[in-house]
């Protein structure tokens, strides 16, 4: 009778190659048939159906562990799967980990089952599995529900509740805003903007306009827009009347850097980019201007650029220039007016310098 070595251990074993295939949604037989591409076993031998009766046994483990990955404070009290801090950490972090291409046709949608039902639409366009893309979509949910009323800022509660990395709360965090304030990013004329884009946008607006840009505390959200701001920026019309004198200011700084065309175009049409960048401050207070801020930039400022021949390094030089034009020019008010149009800005450099693409 042949001899048999035996392990007995107390703890749950994670293959990270095995898991992962796991969570971007494969079937067992399509993660066989990958492991096999792969050359999974072939150094020792091992036959395709030990393979895959491998394979089918962590796939048993994982849908089990499952049911506490969808509150991983359970995870961690739980006592029916003995894990490694490090393995569960990982499980959990693979777990909710999003993609970029999924994440963005998610934001703008409402989060309801039938969307959930309509997700394979999103799995052809994006190249996702569907069961991967109902993960993605039952995890922004069920972060979403527990994170959108609790005081404080959604990076940190993210973190507290689904102990995840900092880099990915911050996504969820940036979804959950977005969909909290319904800002508008699903118009046709916004498909160009990715993940990215928005993530860094809304990120700049959760930290300097919203409540918590002045004060700490966990009775301040980042996700309540300051509104007593919002209001005052509509004392940035007085700035119409300085037009020439901010134009003036703008065309000594850009004269020396700028090529002369782009000079006479930025001159010619100085105007309207003015008035523009005006008007949205002073209808922000108003929540329908407020969601469609990614529209209005889109439409008063980026396309009329792209139409003229900017270039990315001209809208910044722009963008820095007019700035600091205001902050120098002698006005009534001053400091009051300073403030809050550097305050203002902070978040307009940001979101034009990533909405803009040539």
Request: net charge negative; glycine share 2%; hydrophobic share 35%.
């Amino acid at each position: 009778m042949a001899d048999v070595d035996v392990f007995i251990s107390n703890y749950t074993l994670v293959d990270p190659e095995i898991y992962q295939l796991w969570i971007e949604g494969f079937s067992s037989s399509e993660a066989v048939c990958y492991l096999k591409q792969k050359g999974f076993g072939h150094s020792m031998g091992a036959p395709i159906d030990l393979i895959a009766s491998d394979v089918l046994d962590h796939y048993r483990t994982y849908s089990l562990i499952e049911l506490y990955l969808h509150a991983p404070t359970k995870l961690m009290e739980q006592s029916c799967f003995q894990l490694e801090p490090h393995t569960r950490d990982l499980i959990i972090e693979k777990y909710y980990s999003i993609d970029d291409v999924v994440a963005r046709e998610i934001l703008g949608k409402k989060l309801t089952s039938r969307y959930r039902k309509d997700l394979d639409e999103v799995g052809e366009k994006t190249c996702v599995k569907l069961k991967s893309c109902r993960r993605q979509f039952d995890n922004v949910k069920r972060i979403f529900r527990a994170v959108e009323e609790l005081p404080g800022t959604l990076t940190n509660n993210i973190k507290q509740h689904f102990f995840i990395s900092n880099e990915l709360a911050k996504k969820y965090a940036c979804i959950v805003f977005l969909a909290c304030l319904r800002f508008e990013t699903s118009k046709k004329k916004l498909q160009y903007l990715s993940f990215s884009d928005l993530l860094t946008c809304s990120h700049s607006i959760m930290i300097y306009w919203t409540y918590t840009y002045q004060h700490t505390g966990p009775e301040y959200y980042d996700t309540e827009m300051d509104k007593e701001f919002l209001l005052d920026l509509r004392e940035l019309r007085c700035l119409l009347d300085k037009e020439k004198e901010i134009k003036h200011l703008v065309c000594l700084r850009l004269k020396p850097v700028l090529l002369e065309r782009a000079f006479h175009e930025l001159d010619g049409n100085f105007r309207s980019y003015w008035r523009a960048l005006i008007t949205i401050a002073c209808n922000l207070h108003r929540n329908r201007e407020l969601r469609d801020l990614f529209v209005d930039l889109c439409e008063k400022l980026v396309e009329p650029w792209r139409q003229n021949g900017w270039n990315h390094d001209q809208v910044n030089k722009f963008l820095s220039s007019i700035t600091q034009s205001v902050l120098d020019l002698e006005i009534s008010r001053d400091q009051e007016t300073r403030c809050l149009w550097d305050r203002y800005m902070q978040v307009i450099t940001i979101c034009l310098d990533k909405m803009y693409h040539i």
